[in-house]
C-alpha cells in the first residue's frame, strides 16, 4: 500500500525554522521526483520545490529560493524540506508528493504556523 506521511510541522516565531519530513512507502521511492507543495487558506496549492530522481536535480518557487532546501534519502525513503528566516507568508499546510510518468501520490498535509 502506498503512504506518504508527512512530519514536523507545527507554529514558529517569523525568523524561526522547521524541518518537514515525508516517510514513503509502497513505490520504489528513488525512481519518483519528489516534491513538496503548499495551499495557503483561500489559494491554490503551489509548488514549493521538488527533487528529481536519479542525480537529485532540484528547483524551488522564487518566493522560497536561499530559504528553503529540498533533499532525500533513498536509503530512508524520506524527503525532507529544511525551511528558515520563515514568514508569516509561508503558513499553509504542506503536502508532499511522488511522481513518475505514470503515477502520482499525495501525502495528507502537515500544517505550518509562522506568527508572533
Known amino acids: 500500500q502506498v503512504q506518504l506521511v508527512e512530519s514536523g510541522g507545527g507554529l514558529v516565531q517569523p525568523g524561526g525554522s522547521l524541518r518537514l519530513s515525508c516517510a514513503a512507502a509502497?513505490?520504489?521511492?528513488?525512481?519518483?521526483?519528489m516534491s513538496w507543495y503548499r495551499q495557503a487558506p483561500g489559494k491554490e496549492r503551489e509548488l514549493v520545490a521538488a527533487?528529481?530522481?536519479?542525480?537529485?536535480?532540484?528547483n524551488y518557487a522564487d518566493s522560497v529560493k536561499g530559504r528553503f532546501t529540498i533533499s532525500r534519502d533513498n536509503a530512508k525513503n524520506t524527503v525532507y524540506l529544511q525551511m528558515n528566516s520563515l514568514k508569516p507568508e509561508d503558513t499553509a499546510v504542506y503536502y508532499c508528493?511522488?511522481?513518475?510518468?505514470?503515477?502520482?501520490?499525495w501525502g495528507q498535509g502537515t500544517q505550518v504556523t509562522v506568527s508572533s
Open positions: 508528493r511522488a511522481v513518475t510518468t505514470w503515477y502520482n501520490y
Open positions: 509502497g513505490f520504489t521511492f528513488s525512481s519518483y521526483t
Open positions: 527533487i528529481a530522481s536519479g542525480a537529485g536535480s532540484t
